[in-house]
């Protein structure tokens, strides 16, 4: 079976600081990964995917990740962060032969801070 | 494009009511699929429909139901609801239900669901 784990529940961040939300996922299978971003009494936004290829995928709001599948990780970084980043990002995976199932990890609460 | 929509907003139930929640695809979507998040918990698959059918369904009880119409929207139902019911339900929409391929999902607002 698949799973997520968000390595960090939460992270605070002074503005214009770099920061990395760690993701390890666990399956058998070939797997698409994503990063999804949730603001306070929204839905989710896709900030990024990995499907294949490049294993440096760029997203929206100057995010990125690498798929790294030796270590089965996916780690969302951004050189400088801004107070609009506020809010709650999740990591997700999805089997290739699923039909976009998604299983979600348990969330990073990403707290930047003036 | 309004995108995906949800109603209603918010809802407060007693334990052991029926809910029915809805979802209206994004325009040429067709295949609907529902979370369920808890609080302080990433979303949970709940089961996706296609062609009117349920496709995929997860770890959830019998209680838990739905339908999708012609127009491709879709609704979940909850009997007997419990406390531990009480969560925002995602609908998300997307293209086909094409194996290896990628489809992206769009996510609604949710509804938020209190149980009391």
């Known amino acids: 079976a698949q799973s997520v784990t968000q390595l960090d529940s939460q992270v605070p961040v002074f503005e214009e600081a770099p920061v990395e939300l760690r993701c390890n996922y666990s399956?058998?299978?070939?797997?698409?990964l994503f990063w999804y971003v949730q603001y306070p009494n929204q839905g989710l936004q896709l900030l990024l995917k990995?499907?294949?290829?490049?294993?440096l995928v760029k997203g929206i709001n100057g995010f990125e990740a690498e798929f790294n599948k030796s270590q089965t990780s996916f780690h969302l970084r951004k050189p400088s962060v801004h107070i609009s980043d506020t809010a709650e990002y999740f990591c997700?995976?999805?089997?290739?032969?699923?039909?976009?199932?998604?299983?979600f990890g348990q969330g990073t609460e990403l707290s930047v801070k003036p | 494009d309004a995108g995906v929509t949800q109603s209603p907003t918010h809802l407060i139930k007693t334990r052991g009511q029926q809910v029915t929640l809805r979802c209206s695809p994004k325009?040429?979507?067709?295949?609907v699929s529902w979370y369920q998040q808890a609080l302080g918990q990433g979303p949970q698959f709940i089961f996706q429909?296609?062609?009117?059918?349920?496709?995929q369904r997860g770890n959830f009880p019998d209680r838990f139901s739905g339908h999708q119409f012609p127009n491709y929207s879709s609704e979940l139902n909850v009997n007997a609801l419990l406390l531990g019911d009480s969560a925002l339900y995602l609908c998300?929409?997307?293209?086909?239900?094409?194996?290896?391929?990628?489809?992206?999902?769009?996510f609604g607002p949710g509804t938020r669901l209190t149980v009391l």
């Open positions: 990995y499907l294949s290829g490049s294993t």
């Open positions: 997700a995976v999805s089997d290739v032969d699923q039909g976009g199932k998604l299983i």
């Open positions: 998300a929409s997307s293209l086909g239900l094409a194996a290896s391929s990628y489809n992206e999902q769009f």
């Open positions: 399956s058998s299978v070939s797997v698409y």
């Open positions: 325009s040429g979507h067709d295949t």
């Open positions: 429909y296609y062609e009117e059918e349920e496709r």
